[in-house]
């Protein structure tokens, strides 16, 4: 003969530790989350610092939040040299 109050207890027992593993589940996929993105953070070549991409005139550039120092990604300096040519800017006229 079974105890149904005995069972009762071991179903709340069993959906508590149900319900608390999901919410450890759930803080460790974030805090995975999390480090990848820390992970993906570009370094700077120069100095190791990060680098944080910036607008200039509508063009995406990383800046380095240590040195300060610019880097250009592929077509980067192309869309600026452009961009200079057409307002005869000092930075078109250098590479013209």
């Known amino acids: 003969m079974t105890n149904p109050l005995k069972d009762l ?7 508590y530790f149900h319900r608390k593993e999901k919410e450890l ?4 996929k974030s805090k995975l989350e999390f480090e990848k993105s820390k992970n993906l953070a570009i370094k700077c070549p120069k100095c190791d610092g ?34 200079e040519e057409k307002d005869a800017g000092w930075f078109g006229k250098l590479f013209t």
């Open 9 to 15: 207890g071991t179903a709340y027992e069993t959906e």
């Open 25 to 28: 589940i759930a803080k460790m």
């Open 50 to 83: 990060t680098l944080v991409e910036s607008d200039f005139e509508n063009i995406k550039i990383d800046v380095c939040d240590k040195c300060s120092g610019v880097w250009l990604d592929a077509g980067e300096l192309t869309q600026i040299v452009d961009h």
